[in-house]
């Protein structure tokens, strides 16, 4: 694995987020310069506000492989703000986005590069998990991705990752989307470049825990479904109309009752019923209004999705070239 001197020369890049992954850098650092040998490459990692020793073992691989890059983020932004830091900054003709805890086999990589070769913009891959992962997850992964396919204007495909090779103009693309809610799971299919995909089984995690809670899971499925669609909108809107109408017939119902009988009966659970399921109603549509909402105002304030506070020299220097103006709040730790 021989290290890239600038931002074209390199033939490879890696992205790779890291959050208290202290454990799991060096061995995955060795198991890419094994997969790599012969590459011209540039390995970035993007230190996203760990509280470990996570960038001090990068800046320690760093030293036995020049090839290792750095970024770090002043604060833990999320994993999707972690790599659209990455692609902004990394080099390489193609560029591979992969986890730092294992699960994404480096072994794959020379898979997804040959069917990059064949001429591939786009190279994801579809994980294929097997009855150690609990049935509740995979069950839900799966409502996901169908209930996405079902109403998002792209289609992804089930059980893909944010394992994936990238061509450099997919890259380019990319670069320029400032959305301060990525989600990459449906802005890479929705470049609409030519892709393909190869199938993996995901190794154990070698040393720590995951950081997807199950809200942060929900969280996270929440914002996949708003950022493509608005037919959460259009489903509200419908719904509003079919709790109108039954409103509508109860009370011509009730009437009708009234002057043929002259009798009505008491009806308090009738009564009850009804007011519990239009006063959920009217809170489901408010919720769903409140997340395009939010999303709307996180997005006017125009914030930086991600602040760097360190960066590797490589980096730093592409970074000041790229800018032309001189980077005085980068600091270096290497």
Known sequence: MKASRARGAAE???????????????????ELHRVLRGHRCQILFVDDGSTDATLEAIIAARRRFPAVEYLSLTRNFGHQHALKAGLDHV?????????????????????LLERWREGWEIVSTIRDDDASVPWIKRATARLFYRLVNLIAEVKIAEGAADFRLLDRSVVEVLRRIDE???????????????QTSVRYRPARRHSGRTKYSFWRMVSFALGGLVSFSIIPL?????????MALTGFG?????????????DTAPGWTSTIVVVVLVGGVQLVILGIMGEYLGR???????RPTYIVRAASKRIATDEHRRAGRRLRDWRRLD
């Open 234 to 242: 259009r489903l509200a809107t419908v719904l509003g109309f079919i």
């Open 12 to 30: 490879i890049g890696v992205v790779i987020p890291a959050c208290n992954e202290e454990g799991n850098i060096e061995p995955l650092v060795a």
């Open 91 to 111: 080099a390489g003709k193609c560029v591979i986005t992969m986890d730092a805890d294992l699960q994404h086999p480096p072994s794959v990589i020379p898979r």
């Open 250 to 262: 109860i009370g011509l119902k009730a009437t009708v009752e009234y002057l043929v009988t002259r």
């Open 180 to 194: 301060y809610h990525p989600f990459f799971r449906g802005l890479v299919p929705w470049t609409g470049f030519r």
């Open 296 to 302: 709307m105002f996180m997005e006017a304030k125009k």
